[in-house]
């Protein structure tokens, strides 16, 4: 044993809009003012975030969890020797070995809660760079052949195969490439990639140097939403770190091979997490959408070859290049491989970060992990894939949780959100924000999005007050159509899913006899 | 965020974003930059960053407009924002609103700001299962309540 107890208290962004600046305060106050020798460690969250603040102790048997610890707990947990592990009503045990825990299988979050954000010598400790130095001793074609063969698909929603994206990038000539990092997370319900980036930034920096050796880019952008100020501060300090350490700079761990990256911040807009309006808005215009073709992988950001990935993408490359292809193929069912970090969101008992192979059924997610929903009250309906993915109802709660399956029956995997609702919620005022949404949030370019939306809101209110409903909901249909076929981007042409599936699963909260939602386009 | 700004004249503006000038693509950062400083984007910065950033005032415009974060206005004392989107919506962030709006005085359509206070609708903070979530100036708060939003606003000047 040490002659100093080593404390650990998250300082992720959720944890500390529950108190864990003051808790952290509170310990150091306590252990001063009791002569005690007490080392606390700001870590990310473990992703627990019902038990936020989370406090652990190192003891011989493993980290002890106290949590959900308010500052007026610590005396008492003083008082109980928490420090050498005693007991106390909050005491959770050895944190890994709650099921919660024990039942996942981190692969990307690995790291993410355990070490200290900021320590490259506690990243190294936990297998970090290692990667990273294999990947330098590899030429760029294997590396993308790992990537490829591991079947890593775009977790931003997309899926699309990320080796086959590096792999343009690599086999077009630039005088410059670029890799950016979409870390846009707008999504309602989402939030691992904030929390990646701010409990394990090097992972993500780590990947991102390693796409760059791969493709020949030398320069890479994060572009970070706004509303993500934790994150980004850590983002920041991280690179700085990082580029102390020479793992990003001009002479990567003395190769002589290049990277450098930089921190975007994004100003608001929810479209710009789509990847063609995100490289408008790193160019400095507004985050219009551009269409397709040119693909970004030939003409991206400034017209140069761009390798665009999503934090998740990116940060699960490192686990890939360590632990090998045909690891990560282990995890997953069918054309989905490797894990998904689900986030559990909303109105949920047990709500955070849950990291699992592609393929568990969403009953699983919502009512082993989620433990129902927090008001107590029987859930009606659970949103998967953020503000555009379908409002499933609990018949369709066997899904399996992977690309295909969701597909299938009508709704999205997206980027593993999955918020919970209650038997309190109307659907159709969830379907009329849908649209308002899209109203809001559109872009413009597309007419269809721009001017449907609106249409879609006034066409929504005249079936709640019960004008013509019929009529009205045939042109609704008909509205979704439009906008699904004739939008550019996912914002106009996936609205679409959660008015549709609200009004085909939930027809009574608009008004509907069950029978008219049923006979059309009804979801599982 | 500082409680007060200093006043954004043409010389100091144009000293701030100096840096910019030629820079490829540097409208937005030399907007984002006038407003951390300043607290919001006056109409003279547009000026400043299209000859800085050497495009038309049109096209600086342009970008100031699409962007929510940007503001045309000084913030009022204490900026409240709440957020409004599913997961929040999930967990009572419509009754929080219209409970914080009203003992702010502030009505849910038409008056919102006074000068101590003003309340923003945002979607998403990133906080979805410890909703409703709100930011209160600089601070995230989780589980939010309306005596948690009176804690962390700064008090009257």
């Known amino acids: 044993m040490s002659d100093f107890t080593v404390v650990y208290v998250p300082r992720d962004a959720a944890a500390i809009s529950v108190g864990a600046d003051e808790v952290a305060d509170r310990i150091k106050n306590e252990a001063e003012a009791r002569g005690l020798s007490v080392k606390i460690i700001r870590n990310g969250s473990r992703g627990a975030l019902w038990l936020e603040p989370l406090v652990e102790v190192e003891s011989s048997l493993g980290r002890i969890g106290y949590g959900p610890v308010s500052p007026e707990d610590v005396p008492s947990l003083f008082d109980s020797k928490f420090h050498a592990g005693g007991d106390h009503a909050l005491s959770r045990g050895v944190v890994e070995e709650l099921p919660w825990f024990a039942k996942q299988s981190r692969l990307t979050f690995a790291r993410v809660g355990i070490v200290d954000p900021l320590s490259m010598s506690d990243y190294e400790a936990h297998g970090g760079l290692s990667a990273l130095r294999k990947a330098l001793n590899m030429t760029p074609e294997a590396i993308i052949d790992e990537v490829t063969s591991s079947g890593l698909r775009g977790r931003g929603g997309a899926g699309f195969p990320s080796g086959i994206k590096w792999r343009t990038v690599l086999h077009t000539t630039a005088d410059q490439k670029y890799i950016c990092c979409n870390a846009d997370e707008g999504d309602s319900g989402t939030f691992a990639d904030r929390m990646l980036m701010e409990g394990d930034p090097f992972t993500l920096i780590e990947g991102m140097a390693i796409a760059g050796l791969s493709t020949g880019a030398t320069r890479g952008l994060i572009y970070i939403r706004s509303e993500y100020p934790h994150a980004i501060e850590m983002m920041r300090e991280a690179i700085l770190l990082a580029t102390e350490f020479k793992v990003l700079g001009s002479n990567i761990l003395g190769s002589g091979r290049a990277f450098e990256l930089e921190v975007?911040?994004?100003?608001?807009?929810?479209?710009?997490?789509?990847?063609?309006?995100?490289?408008?808005?790193?160019?400095?215009?507004?985050?219009?959408?551009?269409?397709?073709?040119?693909?970004?992988?030939?003409?991206?950001?400034?017209?140069?070859?761009?390798?665009?990935n999503n934090v998740m993408t990116l940060g699960s490359v490192p686990w890939i290049i360590q632990n090998g292809a045909a690891a990560y193929q282990n995890f997953g069912v069918g054309r989905s491989r490797g894990t998904q970090v689900f986030q559990l969101a909303g109105n949920v008992a047990r709500g955070g970060i849950v990291e699992l192979a592609l393929g568990i059924s969403l009953d699983e997610l919502i009512n082993d992990f989620g433990k129902g929903t927090r008001t107590g009250r029987p859930v009606k309906t659970a949103q998967v894939g953020g503000p555009l993915g379908s409002y499933l109802p609990t018949s369709a709660f066997k899904v399996s949780m992977d690309y295909e399956s969701l597909l299938e029956i009508g709704g999205m995997l997206g980027h593993g959100g999955v918020v919970i609702f209650d038997d309190t919620v109307n659907m159709a005022k969830q379907a009329r924000f849908a649209m308002e949404f899209c109203a809001e949030e559109s872009c413009g370019k597309c007419t269809p999005c721009r001017i449907g939306s609106i249409r879609g809101v006034e066409t929504i209110d005249k079936i709640m007050i019960g004008e013509n409903r019929l009529v009205n909901r045939e042109l609704l249909l008909d509205l979704c159509e439009v906008m699904t076929d004739g939008s550019l981007c996912a914002m106009g042409g996936l609205t679409p899913l959660p008015v549709k599936s609200a009004l085909s699963n939930f027809p009574a909260d608009f008004g509907f006899e069950p029978s008219v939602g049923g006979s059309h386009d009804a979801i599982a | 965020m500082p409680t007060t700004w200093p006043a954004p004249l043409a010389d100091d503006i144009r000293s701030s974003i100096a840096h910019f000038s030629n820079a490829e693509g540097s409208v937005l950062l030399a907007l984002q930059l006038v407003q951390d400083r300043f607290g919001y984007v006056p109409d003279i910065a547009l000026d400043e960053v299209a000859q800085t950033c050497n495009v038309s005032r049109a096209e600086v415009y342009g970008v100031f407009t699409y962007y929510s974060d940007l503001r045309p206005i000084p913030p009022a004392r204490n900026v409240l924002k709440i957020c409004i989107a599913e997961a929040c919506q999930a967990s009572g962030s419509t009754a929080l609103t219209d409970a914080i709006k009203s003992e702010l005085?502030?009505?849910?359509?038409?008056?919102?700001r006074t000068d101590n206070a003003e309340v923003l609708p945002v979607y998403c903070l990133g906080?979805?299962?410890?909703?409703?979530?709100?930011?209160?100036?600089?601070?995230?708060?989780?589980?939010?309540?309306v005596s948690k939003i009176r804690t962390a606003m700064n008090g009257e000047a």
């Open chain 1, 264 to 308: 975007r911040v994004g100003a608001g807009s929810y479209v710009c997490g789509e990847e063609t309006a995100m490289l408008e808005s790193l160019e400095g215009k507004r985050g219009v959408v551009r269409p397709k073709p040119p693909l970004p992988a030939i003409e991206g950001l400034f017209g140069r070859p761009t390798v665009i």
């Open chain 2, 105 to 112: 005085g502030l009505d849910i359509q038409e008056k919102t």
């Open chain 2, 127 to 145: 906080n979805c299962a410890l909703g409703p979530a709100a930011l209160v100036n600089d601070q995230l708060i989780g589980r939010t309540t």
